[in-house]
């Protein structure tokens, strides 16, 4: 039996949808002919939707998504923290690296979760909130390999963002809406690929079968 919903609710999502994958805005007919609907309901949608700020115009009319969002999107971080820590740290024990979940924000890569080893002499300390461009780091650039769609596993980097420091992420795949990957950061020695390579590709897959 097919779960009956609200056609409104579900044209307010796609107003939201559109808009998020079109960085130069939309005209109001321009998004009513994305929705397939006519030019009075899109108004509608979109009068409701500015009230909360989801959605903002510029001064040329244009239709964005609003600041609003940002309350909403600051909320998700937290449950993706705390979906994700028990997978890393089962990943930071299993390789005797720190092991981090990354996101994108805007251009940047943010470290979301970081869980440190607990037997090793030495780590690399990787802070909570730290930023680098997604173009330097293994992190960074497994999210970008996830946006190209390249048929690469995984990314490893080597002193882009600290001199000795040698990185391995891999990005979480198949949820819409999140750019994120998971890695490990050591210091030292070459990465061993043939072993950690599958440990890491399998945290990032736990952690987006967590999300589903």
Known sequence: MVAETSQTLDRGCRVLQV?????????????????????????R???????????????????FIGLGMLHLAAAV?????????????????????TAHLTVADGEEALAL???????????????IGSRHPLVQGAA??????????GDE?????????QSGARGLAAPVRGIDGLDASVGIVTLGEAIDEDVVGPRVLAAAQEVAARLK
């Open 113 to 127: 979760a970081v869980v440190e080893p607990s037997w090793t002499d030495f780590h690399v300390s990787y802070r």
């Open 77 to 97: 971080q937290p449950v993706l923290r705390d979906l994700a820590v028990p997978v890393l740290r089962i990943l930071a024990e299993r390789t005797g690296c």
């Open 140 to 149: 960074g650039r497994a999210i970008l390999l996830a946006r190209a769609e």
């Open 19 to 43: 808009l998020a994958e079109s960085p130069d805005g939309l005209t109001v007919t321009e998004l009513a002919g994305r929705l397939n609907v006519n030019r009075t309901v899109t108004y």
């Open 45 to 63: 949608l979109i009068s409701t939707l500015e009230q909360h700020a989801l959605v903002r115009r510029d001064n040329r009319g244009r239709l």
């Open 153 to 161: 596993a995984y990314v490893v980097s080597t002193g882009e963002l």
